[in-house]
């Protein structure tokens, strides 16, 4: 059974940078991804990176956003650079899908995600 493990989230001020965590355990998952669910919306899908390592982004976003992943460790991540307080949300990992190139698809059960707060 595959389980996410999200962490990294935290309060932080405009301009700031946080790095986002995603340890996959049970399996390894080709395709990667991280959505996010601003309050009052529906959880996005905001970037994602293939097992070869091409990344995908909402094009809103690229830019200040840079996913990566370390497959010896089965974790992805997800730095988050000159954070606006529109970027707060709480922070999740899945299997990408519906978006950014990705068709619809099953995705895991979700884990309990990581809260960013952008607040000055």
């Known amino acids: 059974q595959v389980q996410f493990l999200e962490s990294g989230g935290g309060l932080v001020q405009p301009g700031e940078s946080l790095t986002l965590s995603c340890k996959v355990s049970g399996d390894s998952i080709e395709h990667m991804g991280w959505y996010r669910q601003i309050p009052g919306k529906q959880r996005e899908l905001v970037a994602a990176?293939?097992?070869?390592?091409?990344?995908k982004y909402k094009e809103s976003l690229r830019g200040r956003f840079t996913i990566s992943r370390d497959n010896a460790k089965n974790t992805v991540y997800l730095q988050i650079n000159s954070l606006k307080f529109e970027d707060t949300g709480v922070y999740y990992c899945?299997?990408?899908?519906?978006?950014?190139?990705?068709?619809?698809?099953?995705?895991?059960?979700w884990g309990q995600g990581t809260q960013v707060t952008v607040s000055s």
């Open positions: 899945n299997r990408p899908s519906g978006a950014l190139g990705f068709p619809s698809g099953n995705v895991y059960v």
């Open positions: 990176i293939r097992r070869g390592g091409v990344m």
